[in-house]
């Protein structure tokens, strides 16, 4: 007998229990729930800003698939990543209605102090948030706590005080 066949015959069985072990472990979790639950999340967690999963609610969904399923964080993880391959992740994104598109969204700062101004102005030279005026803070007056990265014009659909 050819050794270098009973070898690769050898191989082929060894995967084949491999995949069949693989394919058993899948099968004990119900794949399609965890799809519908990950689906029903994103919707409600999402529902005042589909642009915007920050971690927070990454993580928060991803408790919610632990505890839902009694799967391991990592499994949670793999899921949620598997998730994301089919449905992009944005994170702080909005519609500008200036701009005309989706666009990062950085936070609008009211009243900042002598001392702060430049470091919080170095901060608004990088497009990391917008210095907003006092000027505009009155009784009854809503502000937007949210910019346009692109054209820093405000967006209150996405927050306001």
């Not at 799967?71 to 992740?89: G, L, S």
């Not at 102005?121 to 692109?150: H, P, S, W, Y």
């Amino acid at each position: 007998m050819d050794f270098s066949l009973s070898y690769k015959k050898f191989i082929n069985q060894k995967t084949l229990i491999k995949l069949q072990s693989k394919i058993s472990c899948i099968l004990l979790i119900d794949t399609s729930a965890i799809d519908r639950l990950l689906k029903e999340l994103h919707v409600s967690y999402l529902k005042n800003n589909k642009y915007d999963e920050g971690d927070l609610l990454f993580y928060r969904i991803n408790y919610k698939l632990i505890d839902s399923f009694g799967i391991t964080q990592d499994e949670a993880k793999k899921y949620h990543f598997n998730y994301h391959n089919h449905n992009p992740r944005r994170v702080s994104e909005g519609y500008c209605h200036t701009c005309k598109k989706i666009t990062s969204i950085i936070p609008i700062i009211y009243g900042v102090s002598e001392q702060d101004i430049a470091t919080i102005k170095v901060a608004e030279d990088d497009k990391r948030l917008i210095i907003g005026t006092l000027d505009q803070l009155k009784k009854g007056n809503k502000m937007a706590l949210f910019g346009c990265k692109i054209c820093l014009s405000p967006l209150p659909n996405y927050g306001a005080i």
